[in-house]
């Protein structure tokens, strides 16, 4: 067995692994790690994309998590029927966004139950994730603490329901089942899914399952297609009108639609492309949307004023 393909644990890039029950038979798989000071604290909230888990993005928080000192926390999870997530009462593939953005919302309201002390949060969603972000700013808002920002990575909506006619193709031509775990993480890297070999050892084994003697994938992706049109549409608009500071983050060319190059050209949200990564990017190029991301938060969020700390005139 080849060292780049065995199977890596994600406990050293996150702290816990937690499972948040939202509702009676409701079991998320929960990767966090709280930030060094609670005051005025900021939580950076990971979403998966389709047929991904939480782990996709243990590299990115890890290089996160060093830049930052501590100061930022991170959060990513298991979205329903997929990873280590059990959704047991009989709709674990009702996907709709609502119900995605409604997890999302309810994950973070069962672990942050106090809004007054809260911490704030920046919602980061990779693809589907990036449209499941937009959808769920308002609700978050209300229910939990202030999004402070927004990053859709590598997500557009013209590109995606350009694609949509071709994905059930895409996903049948798979293989449908590997003869090991180290063969998964060896087609993930081979075919350039996954181009990081070390987050392909952390990611893959969390997205396949063991069955007699075989692993199969963990998520039936099929099964989401009635979903896969209501994912994406009307995306670029809820993005452009989060209210909170917004980055976009590409792989290579890919192009705007015609909503997102009017809003760009407007200066509405932050636009960075990365070369020489695949869709994955947080999983290609970590340090790369890791030093991104931080450059957003320091320059949106971090060098807020703490009022408290201000002398008011005559004060010693």
Known sequence: MQAEYTPLSGQNYFDEALEIETKPGCIFRVYYSAPIEQRNATVVVFHQGAGYTGLSFACLAKELRRLSNGKLGMLSFDARAHGKTRIEDGNEYEMSLETLSNDLTQILAKLFTDKATNPQFILAGHSLGGSICSHAVKSI???????VGLCVLDAVEGTAMEALPSMAGIVKSNPQSFTSLSQAISWHISNRVIHNPESARLSVPSMVVEKDGKWY????LLRTEPYWSDWFKGLSNKFISAPTAKLLILAGADKLDTPLM????QGKFQLNVIQNVGHCLQEDDPARVADLLYAFYERNVGHVVDLAKIKKVGQA
């Open 141 to 147: 808002n209300q229910l939990v603490g202030k999004v």
């Open 217 to 220: 994938w963990r998520t039936d």
């Open 262 to 265: 009017i809003a760009q050209m």
